[in-house]
C-alpha cells in the first residue's frame, strides 16, 4: 500500500508540474466562447444547452487528457529506463502500474473537478437548478477512468504510443454503439460473424449504457442503475489492468 | 503463480464487467436509435456528434438550426417555393428524436406546426405532441397543446385561446407560443391582453433576441387600441 501511494503521489505531482491543469484553462475558454454563443442563439434554452455544452467539454477535455497521458505513463519510462530506478525499489510490478495509472486519474479527476466548478458557476449564473449534475459528471468520470485503463493496456500491448492512441479513439467510438452491434450480431446468418461482432461488442466500454449526460434531462436515474453503472465502470478498469499487469509481468527489464 | 494471478483477477474483473453491463442495459433509458432520425442534409453532422457520444449536444446543434430555420430558413435546405415551412415537421423530428427528453422542442416544433405561419399543419404538430407524451412522459403541456389543437381544428378560438392561456403561468411555455396567443388576442380586438404578453417578452433578458419584434408590437398595437378607442374606431 505504502509503494502505490508513493508511486501515485510522484505520478501525481509530475503531471501537475507538467501542466496537465492547463486542460481546465482550454476548458473556460470553450465555456466563455461557448456561453456568449448559445446566449444568442438559443432562445429559451440557454441553461440546458450550457448544461450540455459544459459536461460534453468536461467529459471530452477529461477524455483526451487521459488517453494522451496513459499511453505514454509507462512506454515513456522505460523509454527513459527511469522504470530501472524505480523496480530495483522493492516494489511489486503490479503495484507501481496501478499507482501510475490512479496518479493520473486523479490528476485528470483534478481538471475535471476544477471544470465543473467553473461550469456550476456559470449554470447558477443562468438560473439552472435541476439535480443530477453530479451523477452525470461521476459518470463522465467513469468513462474517462475505463478509457484510461483501456490506453495503458493498449500501450503496453502494441508498445507504441500512436498505435494506442489510435486503437484507444477506436473503441471510444465502438463503445457508444454497443447496441447497435449486439442488433447486428442477432441479424447475422454467420455464426462465425456474429461471435466476432459480439467478442467486440462485449470488450468495447459500453460508454452508451455509461452515459448519463445525454438522459440528464429525461430526469433522475435510479439508485440501482447508478450502482451498477459503478459496478461495471470499476470491473472494467480491473479488468483492463489486470491484463495491463499481466503484459507488464512479462516484460524483460 | 506470479503470471497466473493477474489472468485470474482479470477473468474475474471481466465477469463482473460482463454480468454488471446486463443488468445496466436492462435499467438504462432507451433512446430512438439513429436510423430513427428523419432524412435531413444533417444526418452525417448527428451521426458523427451521436458516434462520439454527444447527443444531447446534437440535439442543441439541431435546436440551433430549427430556431435559425423558423427565423427566415437555412441556406443548405432551402424551402420549395410557396411553402415556407416545409420543412419544420422533419428539423423538430429531428431535435426530439436525438434528445427524447428535449420538451422546449416538442412545444416548440408543435407551435411552429400548428399555429405559425398562413400554412398550418395541426395533424403534424399533434403527432409530434403525441411522440412526446410517449417518449417523454409527465409533461402537462404536451397533452394541453393538443386539446388547443382538436379546438383549433373544430373552429372554437375561444376555447382554444382559454387552453393556451392557462399554460401561460407554466415557465416550460415556449416564448413562441406566448407569442402565437399574443396575435390571436391581436385579431380577436383583445389589445389589453396582446399588449400584455407583448411587454412581458419585453421585459425577460432572456429573450433578448425577440426584444426588436415585442416593441414593433407593442407600438403597432398601441396605435390599433388607440384608434379602436376613438369615436370613429368605437362606430365600428
Same mark, same amino acid.
Given at each position: 500500500m505504502g509503494a502505490i501511494l508513493a508511486v501515485f503521489d510522484y505520478t501525481l505531482r509530475e503531471h501537475v508540474r507538467r501542466r496537465a491543469w492547463l486542460s481546465t484553462a482550454l476548458f473556460g475558454l470553450v465555456l466563455i466562447a461557448g456561453g456568449l454563443v448559445t446566449s444568442v442563439l438559443a432562445a429559451d434554452q440557454r441553461a440546458r444547452m450550457m448544461l450540455d455544452l459544459g459536461l460534453a467539454a468536461i467529459?471530452?477535455?477529461?477524455?483526451?487528457?487521459?488517453? =494522451? !497521458?496513459?499511453?505514454?505513463?509507462?512506454?515513456?519510462?522505460?523509454?527513459?529506463?527511469?522504470?530501472?530506478?524505480?523496480?530495483t525499489h522493492p516494489v511489486p510490478r503490479w503495484q507501481y502500474l496501478f499507482g501510475r495509472w490512479l496518479g493520473t486519474l486523479a490528476a485528470v479527476a483534478l481538471g475535471m473537478a476544477g471544470m465543473a466548478l467553473l461550469h456550476l458557476a456559470l449554470l447558477a449564473a443562468l438560473g439552472w437548478s435541476a439535480g443530477g449534475y453530479g451523477l452525470a459528471w461521476s459518470c463522465s468520470l467513469g468513462s474517462v477512468a475505463m478509457m484510461s485503463a483501456l490506453s495503458l493496456l493498449l500501450s503496453l500491448a502494441l508498445t507504441s504510443e500512436a498505435a494506442a492512441?489510435?486503437? +484507444?479513439?477506436?473503441?471510444? /467510438?465502438?463503445?457508444? =454503439?454497443?447496441?447497435?452491434?449486439?442488433?447486428?450480431?442477432?441479424?447475422? *446468418?454467420?455464426?462465425?460473424?456474429?461471435? /466476432?461482432?459480439?467478442?467486440?461488442?462485449? %470488450?468495447?466500454?459500453? =460508454?452508451?449504457?455509461?452515459?448519463?449526460? &445525454?438522459? #440528464?434531462?429525461?430526469?433522475?436515474?435510479?439508485?440501482?442503475?447508478?450502482?451498477?453503472?459503478?459496478?461495471?465502470a470499476l470491473a472494467y478498469c480491473a479488468a483492463c489492468l489486470a491484463l495491463a499487469v499481466q503484459l507488464f509481468e512479462q516484460k524483460e527489464f | 503463480?506470479?503470471?497466473?494471478?493477474?489472468?485470474?483477477?482479470?477473468?474475474?474483473?471481466?465477469?463482473?464487467?460482463?454480468?454488471? *453491463?446486463?443488468?445496466?442495459?436492462?435499467?438504462?433509458?432507451? @433512446?430512438?436509435?439513429?436510423?430513427?432520425?428523419?432524412?435531413?442534409?444533417?444526418?452525417?453532422?448527428? %451521426?458523427?456528434l451521436a458516434a462520439a457520444g454527444f447527443r444531447a449536444a446534437a440535439a442543441d446543434v439541431a435546436w440551433i438550426q430549427l430556431l435559425e430555420y423558423a427565423a427566415?430558413?437555412?441556406?443548405?435546405?432551402?424551402?420549395?417555393?410557396?411553402?415556407?415551412?416545409?420543412?419544420?415537421?422533419? #428539423?423538430?423530428?429531428r431535435v426530439v428524436? !436525438? &434528445?427524447?427528453? =428535449?420538451?422546449?422542442?416538442? @412545444?416548440?416544433?408543435?407551435g411552429l406546426l400548428g399555429w405559425f405561419g398562413a400554412e398550418k399543419h395541426p395533424d403534424q404538430a399533434v403527432a409530434l405532441l403525441q411522440e412526446g407524451l410517449r417518449r417523454d412522459p409527465g409533461q402537462r403541456l404536451?397533452? @394541453?397543446?393538443?386539446? +388547443?389543437?382538436?379546438?383549433?381544428?373544430?373552429?372554437?378560438?375561444?376555447?382554444?385561446?382559454?387552453? #393556451?392561456?392557462?399554460?401561460? &403561468?407554466?415557465?416550460?411555455?415556449?416564448?413562441?407560443?406566448?407569442?402565437?396567443?399574443?396575435?390571436?388576442?391581436?385579431?380577436?380586438?383583445?389589445?389589453?391582453?396582446?399588449?400584455?404578453?407583448?411587454?412581458?417578452? !419585453?421585459?425577460?433578458?432572456?429573450?433578448?433576441?425577440?426584444?426588436?419584434?415585442?416593441?414593433?408590437?407593442?407600438?403597432?398595437?398601441?396605435?390599433?387600441?388607440?384608434?379602436?378607442?376613438?369615436?370613429?374606431?368605437r362606430r365600428q
Open positions: 467529459e471530452a477535455i477529461g477524455l483526451v487528457t487521459a488517453v =494522451f !497521458l496513459t499511453v505514454g505513463l509507462v512506454l515513456s519510462e522505460i523509454e527513459s529506463r527511469a522504470v530501472f530506478l524505480i523496480l492512441m489510435a486503437f +484507444a479513439g477506436f473503441f471510444w /467510438l465502438l463503445g457508444h =454503439f454497443t447496441a447497435e452491434m449486439s442488433f447486428v450480431a442477432d441479424r447475422s *446468418g454467420s455464426p462465425f460473424l456474429r461471435g /466476432l461482432i459480439l467478442v467486440f461488442a462485449r %470488450a468495447a466500454p459500453d =460508454f452508451a449504457r455509461l452515459d448519463y449526460r &445525454d438522459a #440528464l434531462h429525461g430526469g433522475a436515474a435510479g439508485g440501482a442503475w447508478a450502482a451498477w453503472a459503478a459496478v461495471y | 503463480m506470479r503470471t497466473t494471478a493477474p489472468l485470474a483477477a482479470f477473468v474475474l474483473a471481466a465477469g463482473i464487467a460482463l454480468a454488471a *453491463g446486463g443488468r445496466l442495459a436492462s435499467l438504462s433509458p432507451r @433512446l430512438p436509435p439513429l436510423s430513427d432520425l428523419p432524412d435531413t442534409p444533417y444526418i452525417g453532422q448527428d %451521426a458523427a427566415g430558413g437555412l441556406p443548405r435546405w432551402p424551402n420549395p417555393p410557396g411553402r415556407p415551412y416545409a420543412h419544420a415537421e422533419a #428539423l423538430s423530428r428524436r !436525438l &434528445d427524447p427528453y =428535449f420538451h422546449g422542442a416538442y @412545444l416548440y416544433g408543435a404536451y397533452s @394541453l397543446y393538443i386539446v +388547443a389543437l382538436a379546438y383549433q381544428k373544430k373552429g372554437d378560438v375561444s376555447r382554444e385561446i382559454a387552453i #393556451l392561456e392557462s399554460a401561460l &403561468d407554466d415557465p416550460r411555455t415556449p416564448t413562441l407560443m406566448k407569442e402565437i396567443l399574443a396575435n390571436l388576442f391581436k385579431s380577436r380586438r383583445e389589445y389589453a391582453k396582446a399588449l400584455a404578453l407583448w411587454r412581458a417578452i !419585453l421585459d425577460d433578458p432572456a429573450q433578448a433576441s425577440q426584444h426588436s419584434r415585442a416593441r414593433g408590437q407593442i407600438r403597432e398595437i398601441t396605435a390599433l387600441e388607440r384608434a379602436a378607442a376613438s369615436p370613429a374606431g
